[in-house]
């Protein structure tokens, strides 16, 4: 079977499946998508767990959304991680082994869907920035800001040239700036340490509602200086589309729902946090660097992708079981 194309096949198959719920009654992104999506957590057998899609997004202060919010579609439970990585529950191992030992390295084209609308210069505060999105409060009533959860960043080390895909979160500060929640020992964290020490800003691009492989990889411990789109075209079996972004000198998904393009200045920091983390414990507030947002591509119609962290069992605390279980697999 071939591999998905993009995220909106990855959602036609869990559906096929059995294993999406769409709820088109209005959510309010602020108060209750994620609270609603934990209960199943909490209260259900992983096996009856599943992804949501909702299609009715309004916020706090009445606004409504014509963007989509997908939540808990790679690791809602083993079965829907499997489902995503194309295989059977009791193959995932085997086939991140295989992914890793026979990386597929990726092919660059033209065009994508993920340049169908562009938003530079004026453009980008013409429609709102990230206001177009329906970010949720991944915790309402202890986070301090909306955050990107599904943010699959990418970078390259300043000095090989060499890409890295890490997932971190995002603090929505503004229509045009982001936390970027990566120090050092993370991988991105090391490339804005040797960006620091050159005295330029680290270039940087967040990834959204990719096919789910390239989630898979940005959440694994693969080993620094290792293309992750190579071991995402592993898993895959095929390469993995990429095309140039519009103002960065940086490679991604043809087929993405959402890109956000910037640089990381390397000369301060921000307040970052509190944030509910995967451990069940609020993330303290931290100095960290923050992102200056340049250029947002898009699909027409996009999907708004998110994962659910938090208080353990979360599709957070899935994905890391299962992404480190591959990882130390064969070891």
């Given at each position: ?11 036609a ?7 999406l ?25 992983e ?42 529950t ?36 013409e ?25 699959n ?38 490339h ?19 096919v ?50 910037g ?33 947002i591509t898009?699909?027409k119609k ?19 079981q ?8 064969k070891?």
């Amino acid at each position: 079977m071939a591999y998905y194309k993009d995220l909106r096949e990855h959602i036609a198959a869990l559906e096929d499946k059995g294993k999406l719920v769409r709820i088109k009654r209005p959510i309010n992104k602020d108060t209750e998508l994620h609270p609603l999506v934990r209960w199943q957590f909490r209260g259900l057998a992983e096996k009856d767990r599943k992804a949501f899609l909702f299609e009715n997004v309004v916020d706090a202060r009445g606004k409504r959304y014509d963007v989509p919010v997908l939540i808990a579609c790679h690791a809602a439970s083993t079965e829907v991680y499997a489902i995503g990585m194309g295989c059977q529950t009791g193959e995932i191992a085997e086939k991140w082994a295989q992914a890793q030992l026979h990386p597929i390295p990726p092919r660059l084209v033209e065009s994508g869907p993920v340049h169908e609308e562009i938003h530079i210069g004026e453009k980008l505060l013409e429609h709102g920035g990230l206001e177009e999105f329906p970010v949720p409060i991944s915790t309402p009533g202890f986070d301090n800001a909306p955050y990107l959860t599904a943010a699959n960043w990418v970078s390259k080390d300043p000095e090989t040239g060499i890409r890295n895909i890490g997932n971190y979160r995002a603090m929505v500060k503004s229509p045009t700036r982001l936390g970027a929640f990566a120090v050092f020992p993370q991988h991105m964290g090391m490339h804005w340490e040797k960006c620091k020490r050159k005295g330029v800003p680290l270039q940087a691009a967040i990834i959204l509602g990719p096919v789910p492989c390239v989630g898979f990889v940005a959440t694994a411990k693969i080993t620094y200086g290792v293309d992750e789109y190579a071991v995402a075209g592993g898993i895959a079996g095929q390469a993995i589309e990429l095309v140039k972004c519009k103002t960065v000198a940086l490679e991604v998904p043809a087929t993405a729902e959402i890109v956000i393009e910037g640089t990381i200045p390397t000369d301060a920091l921000e307040r970052e946090a509190p944030f509910g983390e995967f451990t069940g414990y609020m993330g303290a507030r931290t100095f960290s660097p923050f992102f200056n947002i340049t250029c947002i591509t898009h699909r027409k119609k996009p999907i708004y992708n998110a994962f659910l962290s938090q208080f353990p069992p979360s599709e957070s605390s899935k994905l890391r079981q299962i992404g480190f279980e591959a990882a130390h697999y064969k070891f």
